[in-house]
C-alpha cells in the first residue's frame, strides 16, 4: 500500500424478488383543495413554473399589511376593553357616592339628629335664641 487508496463504489446486493410480493403500479392521486387552489392561483397570477420577484414581493407586502391589520384590531378589541372597565368602575362609584350621601343627608335632618341624641339625655331647645343688643 501506498498510503493513498482511491474510493471505489460498493457493489449493491440485489433485492431479493422471489419473496417480496409484487408490488401495485401506484394509482395517481386524486386532485385535492390545495392543488386546485395552487393551480387557480398560478393561472389566476400568471407564474409559470417560477415565482417572479414582484409577484414575492407584492405577496410579502400583503402579508405584512395582514399582520398590520390583525395588530390593529388586536389593540382596538383591547381598548375597548379597558373603556367598558373603566366606564363600568365609574357606575360603580358614581352609585356609591349617591348612596353615601343619601344616607347623609338623611342622617343630617333635624329631627334624626334629635332622635339620635334624645339617647344621650340631650332635649331640642324649644324657646328660641335671645337676641343681644349692645349699645
Known amino acids: 500500500m501506498t498510503g493513498m487508496e482511491t474510493n ?3 457493489s449493491r446486493p440485489e433485492p431479493a424478488t422471489a419473496t417480496a410480493p409484487p408490488s401495485k403500479p401506484k394509482q395517481p392521486r386524486k386532485p385535492g383543495i390545495f392543488d386546485s387552489l395552487n393551480s387557480w392561483l398560478t393561472n389566476r397570477l400568471e407564474l409559470g413554473s417560477e415565482l417572479p ?8 407586502w400583503v402579508v405584512f399589511l395582514g399582520i398590520i391589520y390583525i395588530y390593529v384590531q388586536h389593540s382596538y378589541e383591547s381598548f375597548i376593553k379597558k373603556i367598558d372597565k373603566a366606564r363600568n368602575d365609574m357606575e360603580e ?17 333635624q329631627s334624626e339628629i334629635a332622635k339620635k341624641l334624645s339617647n344621650d339625655g340631650l332635649e331640642e331647645n324649644i324657646t328660641p335664641p335671645t337676641k343681644i343688643v349692645v349699645k
Open 8 to 10: 471505489t463504489f460498493r
Open 53 to 60: 420577484t414582484e409577484t414575492l414581493k407584492r405577496i410579502i
Open 93 to 109: 362609584k358614581r352609585a356609591a357616592y349617591i348612596s353615601q350621601k343619601s344616607r347623609y343627608m338623611f342622617a343630617s335632618k
